[in-house]
T-cell receptor
Framework: DQQVKQNSPSLSVQEGRISILNCDYT??????FLWYKKYPAEGPTFLIS?????DKNEDGRFTVFLNKSAKHLSLHIVPSQPGDSAVYFC????????????FGQGTRLTINP | DGGITQSPKYLFRKEGQNVTLSCEQN?????MYWYRQDPGQGLRLIYY???????QKGDIAEGYSVSREKKESFPLTVTSAQKNPTAFYLC???????????FGPGTRLTVT
C-alpha cells in the first residue's frame, strides 16, 4: 500500500519557467513533509520541508505548498534552471512513535534550455 | 569535514554469497538507516537503529541483517536469502528529534 504517491514519473520544463512537482499521501497521521533531490548514482540531498501546521514554506527559488484537507503537497521551482534536472522525492513523517520517513516513487525533472 | 561514507561505490557478487555494505558517519548522529532504491520506486526502509546495540526492522528486512556496535558505524549484510539483492543501497543518519535525514553516496550492488 503506497502511502505517499508521486503520480508523475517525469516532467519536462523549459528553462526559466516554473516547475511544479506533486505529491499525494493517504495517511492522515503524517505531520511533516520533506522534499529531496537526487542525481544519478548519488545519495538524495534535502531540499525543503513543511510542517502540517503550515500551508506554505519558501526557500529561495523553492516553495512547498501543503493542502491537508486534500492530502496533497507540491513543490514549486521558479525560475527553473538546468541544474535542477534531477529526480525529486517527497517524503512524509509521522511524529508519533518511530519516526520513519515514507518516500514517494520520485519524479524525474528535466529542464530544457 | 563531516559526512556519511559508504564503500565501495560498486559491488559485484555471485548469487549465494553474503555481502556486507559499509556505512560510516562522523556527524555524531544517534540514528542510522538503510534504504534500498529500485528503478521507478522510492526509497524503501530496510533497517534502522536509534541507539548503539539496538536496531529495528523496516518495511523490507527479510534477507538482510545489521549490527550497531559503534555509534558511527551501521553495516548491512545482504544474505543469500534475499531474493532480489541487485539494487542501489543508501545509508542515512540523523539526530533523534531532527526530521531531515542525511544520506551517503550509496552503493550499487549487482548480484549475478
Amino acid at each position: 500500500d503506497q502511502q505517499v504517491k508521486q503520480n508523475s514519473p517525469s516532467l519536462s520544463v523549459q528553462e526559466g519557467r516554473i516547475s511544479i512537482l506533486n505529491c499525494d499521501y493517504t495517511n492522515s497521521m503524517f505531520d511533516y513533509f520533506l522534499w529531496y533531490k537526487k542525481y544519478p548514482a548519488e545519495g538524495p540531498t534535502f531540499l525543503i520541508s513543511i510542517s502540517s501546521i503550515k500551508d506554505k514554506n519558501e526557500d529561495g527559488r523553492f516553495t512547498v505548498f501543503l493542502n491537508k484537507s486534500a492530502k496533497h503537497l507540491s513543490l514549486h521551482i521558479v525560475p527553473s534552471q538546468p541544474g535542477d534536472s534531477a529526480v525529486y522525492f517527497c517524503a512524509a513523517l509521522g511524529l508519533q512513535g518511530a519516526q520513519k520517513l515514507v518516500f514517494g516513487q520520485g519524479t524525474r525533472l528535466t529542464i530544457n534550455p | 569535514d563531516g559526512g556519511i561514507t559508504q564503500s565501495p561505490k560498486y559491488l559485484f557478487r555471485k548469487e549465494g554469497q553474503n555481502v556486507t555494505l559499509s556505512c560510516e558517519q562522523n556527524l555524531n548522529h544517534d540514528a542510522m538507516y538503510w534504504y534500498r532504491q529500485d528503478p521507478g520506486q522510492g526509497l524503501r526502509l530496510i533497517y534502522y537503529s536509534q541507539i548503539v546495540n539496538d536496531f529495528q526492522k523496516g518495511d523490507i528486512a527479510e534477507g538482510y541483517s545489521v549490527s550497531r556496535e559503534k555509534k558511527e558505524s551501521f553495516p548491512l549484510t545482504v544474505t543469500s536469502a534475499q531474493k532480489n539483492p541487485t539494487a542501489f543501497y543508501l545509508c542515512a543518519s540523523n539526530n533523534l528529534g531532527d526530521y531531515e535525514q542525511y544520506f551517503g553516496p550509496g552503493t550499487r550492488l549487482t548480484v549475478t
